[in-house]
């Protein structure tokens, strides 16, 4: 089966979640048997991709990448939309993608054409056209996710109504974003799959973890306090200013608190300032962008993981947290709860709620621990090959319509 | 009578904190020396200034005072200021020990460390002004018989403070809110004090020097010495004398060479002396005059922005949090008796940090009024947050506490 599957990143050069699944799962493919053409649109090496044929649309170097706009949110996108003729804007980035499917779709003449997300559905829509393979979109999230409850650029809608109506199948990565699919763009309920991401446990290989990384926080910890932590972009979609209420909220029933907002992104500054009017801007510690070791060292140190979106498609750092023995508060609105049941849960907006869920995780460590042992069980199900074998169903299933 | 001038230039340079992150808390104490090519180098800003400013005002001074026997000027030096200077550039102290050897230079009193201590803990400011006397005392060898608290901040208590301290003047800012009808060309008694005299900062034309000089939008470009003396002339009018208080760093930093501000200044000092006129140094001016009246103060006075008040320390709650934080640390930091840690501690205390925070200028969208090595006041904010953490941290150490006596 030979899969022509169109990407916007691969790690190290990935800006969040997106990457990371779409290695995971074109090697779970790729051991399924899937021959795979992925395409990038910036130039980089990945040495340690074997497990497929990688082709660069674009020059672009890759840190040049995150300075087209973030995907995370459809405010940022209006400057960087206008101008497709301009190489170094997203629209024209996008632009020279979908000539270089133009080009390369032919010469491969693939047999199932898999796109992820706005940024490549232009180009899966036009590949479609010109080798008649079948066109599956995959979505990790909507321009609905991304503007945090709101309609987003209109622009990127259109494209994602678009590419949603030309595709044989959609692949949704959880019933919440199906839902949406359904919903907002009125496609209908059985042209939509729900295959929810897995985590891939071999990413976190030999690990001693030394404690250095938050040395402080650790004596903090130590010395009793709790610490909360979340691993995120800070865009609009995730709810991290309702996240700085329930902190406050907290605080006042119970201080040895820590919050560690471990990413960064737009709202850096909007957040700082808000700790800052709650008064708890000593117990909000921000990290900047992390990876590695300092990355990993977030879960590590953590008591509590927070994911706190307003609509988030999947969410695989709960993923990630559950792993390392956070015990887990997720928004309903966010996806990965669908396969995490031992957790707690709470509406984006209800901050009370958030704050009695921290303060009662931290006064009792019967629930901590309950929570923390529960959901071992549940994420250890999940795996990248149950990801692929559902892929490798679907993509039998559209190329034998296709055929008929 | 001849008319007189108080020449009073305020010398500082802040220790800047570093880019200091989450990853340094307990790991670095290392809060301010970084050597790279960006504004938070205190060495290669010293170095600039010093090269700009502090060298050719300093020899101009000399030369001024060499040619004039009615020349004099007032100065304060931060104890920061010395502090980078003894490793930076030394020379720079002996030249402003030479203008104090003259006997027409007077060295004016304030915090060591250019802090906001007076109004967070009076035993800290008090710590702070003594370190500042003997630091002095020792470096350029005189006692200060004036004083300034950082920022020209002044109310009611600093007056009362000192006077009880035994000084004979202080200063302020003459601001039109306090004053009313009244003129700042005179010298006052601050309201509830028996010995101590007032001079009050005539921004006005502080200002036409300081930050007016080399604009050249302004109506009144270019100033020359004969404009200037005409104005400060017509100002004091039948008044004591006109206080022109301002930044050392006027000279050859905020206003430019190439600009004529040395020149400006030279001619100027010149001219007043040979119309007949007189300089005075701060105590000079107090002992010469009987008050005219007092001054009462209630709410604190500073010479920054508009305003004229502290919200460009304390004005947001990123400010706010800072120094409370800060000062709630005052207690176990000096009971520590570490002597790294207090000192480190003291310059975190310099009102410049706060400073940084600001964001006032967002709103008037005037950044230039408020420089700053940060990217943004949210990453000063931050880093400060992190040195802070990392005292804590140290105190902690100190007193042996479970979790963090590695």
Redesign the interface.
């Known amino acids: 089966m030979k899969i022509l599957m169109l990407g916007w990143e691969l790690p190290p050069h990935n800006s969040g979640g997106l990457g990371v699944a779409c290695y995971h799962m074109s090697k779970a493919l790729a051991m399924a048997g899937a021959s795979i053409d992925f395409v990038l649109p910036y130039r980089a090496r990945h040495s340690d991709v074997d497990h497929m044929r990688i082709h660069h649309a674009t020059g672009l170097r890759p840190e040049l990448k995150a300075h087209l706009g973030s995907y995370d949110s459809g405010y940022v996108f209006e400057r960087y939309l206008e101008d497709a003729k301009n190489p170094h804007t997203l629209r024209g980035v996008q632009r020279q993608y979908v000539k270089f499917i133009e080009k390369l779709a032919p010469e491969l003449r693939p047999d199932v054409i898999h796109a992820h997300d706005w940024l490549t559905m232009e180009a899966g829509v036009r590949a479609k056209e010109l080798t008649g393979a079948p066109l599956i979109v995959h979505v990790h999230a909507t321009e609905f996710d991304r503007s945090g409850e709101h309609y987003g650029n209109p622009i990127v809608h259109e494209i994602e109504q678009h590419a949603l109506l030309m595709a044989d199948r959609i692949i949704a990565v959880s019933q919440l974003t199906k839902n949406i699919i359904v919903s907002q763009y009125g496609i209908p309920a059985e042209m939509v799959e729900v295959v929810h991401n897995a985590v891939n446990l071999d990413d976190f290989g030999p690990y001693n973890y030394d404690m250095?990384?938050?040395?402080?926080?650790?004596?903090?910890?130590?010395?009793g306090h709790t610490i909360v932590a979340l691993l995120t972009r800070f865009t609009i979609q995730k709810g991290l200013t309702h996240f700085m209420k329930a902190a406050a909220r907290a605080c006042e029933k119970y201080d040895r608190f820590v919050f560690l907002l471990a990413g960064d992104g737009e709202l850096?500054?909007e957040l700082?300032?808000l700790s800052?009017?709650y008064?708890i801007?000593?117990k909000v510690?921000?990290?900047?962008f992390v990876r590695g070791k300092?990355w990993r060292d977030v879960y590590s140190l953590a008591d509590i993981f927070v994911l706190s979106s307003v609509s988030e498609p999947f969410g695989l750092t709960a993923l990630e947290a559950a792993h390392h023995g956070n015990a887990l508060i997720i928004s309903r609105q966010s996806g990965v709860g669908e396969v995490l049941h031992s957790s707690l849960k709470y509406d984006f907006w209800d901050t009370d709620k958030l704050a009695d869920q921290m303060v009662g995780i931290a006064l009792s460590p019967s629930l901590a621990h309950e929570l923390r042992e529960n959901v071992k069980h549940e994420y250890a199900r999940i795996s990248w090959h149950d990801v692929a074998a559902k892929c490798m169903g679907i993509y039998r299933q559209t190329r034998s319509m296709a055929l008929v | 009578m001849k008319k007189g001038i108080a020449v009073y230039l305020h010398v500082h340079q802040p220790y800047r904190i570093r880019p200091y992150s989450v990853f340094d808390i307990g790991q670095s104490h290392n809060y301010f020396d970084i050597f790279d090519d960006s504004d938070m180098n205190d060495e290669k800003i010293l170095l600039k200034v010093a090269e700009k400013s502090y060298r050719p005002m300093i020899s101009l001074l000399q030369t001024l005072l060499n040619r004039h026997e009615d020349f004099k000027v007032s100065l304060s030096i931060t104890g920061d200021f010395i502090d980078q200077a003894e490793r930076w550039a030394p020379d720079l102290l002996d030249g402003f020990r030479r203008l104090f050897e003259t006997g027409r230079a007077e060295l004016v009193a304030e915090t060591y460390h250019h802090s906001l201590a007076f109004f967070f803990s009076r035993r800290e400011f008090e710590a702070q002004v003594d370190m500042h006397r003997r630091k002095v005392q020792e470096v350029f060898g005189v006692t200060p018989k004036a004083f300034r608290n950082t920022e020209l901040a002044y109310n009611d208590e600093v007056g009362k403070w000192a006077d009880e301290a035994g000084y004979e003047v202080v200063l302020a800012e003459g601001w039109d809110k306090v004053l009313g009808w009244r003129s700042p060309n005179y010298v006052y008694r601050p309201v509830g004090t028996k010995n101590i005299k007032l001079l009050l900062k005539n921004y006005k034309l502080s200002d036409d020097m300081a930050f007016r000089f080399g604009d050249s939008h302004w109506s009144e470009w270019p100033l020359t010495s004969d404009k200037y003396i005409e104005w400060v002339r017509s100002s004091i009018g039948d008044g004591h004398l006109v206080n022109l208080f301002m930044d050392f760093e006027t000279f050859g930093e905020h206003q430019w060479e190439d600009k004529g501000i040395f020149s400006f200044f030279e001619h100027f000092v010149n001219d007043w002396i040979s119309h007949g006129n007189r300089f005075y140094t701060v105590s000079e001016a107090a002992h010469a005059f009987e008050p005219a009246g007092e001054i009462s103060m209630p709410d604190t006075v500073t010479w920054a922005d508009t305003e004229r008040d502290l919200t460009a320390w304390l004005g947001n709650s990123m400010q706010n949090e800072a120094a409370r934080h800060l000062y709630a640390l005052e207690n176990d930091i000096i009971r520590s008796g570490d002597l790294e840690l207090i000192n480190d501690w003291r310059y975190l205390q310099t009102s410049d940090h706060l400073y940084y925070m600001c964001t006032k200028w967002m709103s008037d969208g005037d950044i230039h009024a408020y420089f700053s090595p940060y990217s943004s006041p949210y990453d000063a904010f931050l880093y400060f947050m992190n040195a802070i953490r990392d005292v804590r941290w140290r105190v902690m150490q100190h007193h042996r506490l479970g979790g963090f006596d590695a």
């Open positions: 250095r990384s938050y040395r402080y926080l650790e004596a903090l910890k130590y010395e850096r500054d700082i300032q800052a009017d008064g801007a000593d510690y921000f990290t900047g300092q």
